[in-house]
């Protein structure tokens, strides 16, 4: 495909509009955390996403014959969902999305075969050592978060390859519909037992549908779309500049502040990605 292609360009266009309305959401997301905890605050998206993508799409109009791909889908979309949030509980937005990002990045690595991408990881692996916490310092980062933003980054891999093969076979707002369902069935439950009735605060409800639309509905569906028009390694390079992103959406809706080490490692895994994707669109 052209890298200049009027696909790719559109295809570029929605991935950029995805990642912000995504981290504004999980901005905003965070601080229903106090009042219905990181579980009640994913059912919330994945429950209203679901229905909003449902009630859109309608999906049951054209189901799949294989539904393997969007089964695994579903579930790393939900896993993803709620590791993540579990995890930017305890540590930084920012510094959240740079570690859930080795996920897309070692599928882009692991799609090239040139031994200059060993470069990259290079890169890659120090972006995330640097962010790795001091266990001798009260003042670092939370272990358990990292180790949560780094499952949540396995989901996302997950999230990638099988959202292209479920895309692939059928319209992909259905799948985006489908898997989103199929999130909401798993995680829903698990945040009504966790935080039972204070789900049902009217107050919190349309913040929790501005979340489902803004985390999940809408960019998912750009993302989906994305999906159907460039190579999953593309995909995972375009979204290089996410964690750049978290990282401004943090200080500006959360007053999340930064040191200057851990931009420098956001921006080691920034250019890991933006140099595996230069590589990888070579001939």
């Known amino acids: 495909m052209p890298i200049l292609s009027k696909d790719f360009l559109i295809a570029v266009l ?89 996920g897309p990045l070692a599928v882009a690595l692991m799609s090239s075969k040139r031994k200059r991408d060993y470069l990259w990881v290079a890169f890659a692996v120090a972006g995330i050592l640097l962010l790795l916490p001091d266990l001798g310092d009260v003042d670092g980062l939370d272990p358990i978060g990292v180790l ?56 919190l409800i349309p913040l929790g549908i501005a979340i489902g639309l803004l985390s999940s509905a809408l960019p998912y569906s750009l993302e989906m779309f994305a999906l159907r028009k460039m190579p999953a390694q593309g995909f995972s390079i375009m979204m290089s500049v996410e964690p750049a992103i978290a990282a401004v959406a943090g200080f500006m809706i959360l007053g999340e502040s930064l040191t200057v080490w851990q931009w420098f490692a956001i921006f080691m895994v920034i250019i890991a990605s933006l140099g595996s994707s230069m590589s990888g669109q070579e001939k």
């Open 148 to 203: 949560l933003a780094l499952v949540a980054g396995a989901c996302w891999a997950g999230y990638i390859l099988f959202g292209k093969r479920s895309g692939s076979s059928g319209s992909g707002s259905s799948t985006v519909a489908l898997g989103m369902a199929i999130a909401a069935v798993v995680i829903v439950p698990i945040g009504a037992v966790s935080q039972g009735a204070a789900l049902l605060n009217w107050q």
């Open 14 to 102: 929605c991935l950029l509009c995805a990642m912000i309305t995504i981290q504004s959401g999980a901005s905003i997301a965070k601080q229903l955390f106090p009042a219905v905890g990181p579980d009640g605050t994913t059912a919330y998206r994945l429950g209203f996403s679901a229905l909003i993508l449902c009630l859109v799409f309608r999906p049951w109009r054209k189901l799949p014959d294989n539904w393997y791909p969007l089964i695994v889908y579903g579930l790393c979309l939900g896993g993803m969902n709620l590791t993540f949030y579990f995890a930017i509980e305890r540590i930084p937005l920012g510094i959240g999305v740079a570690l859930e990002f080795t």
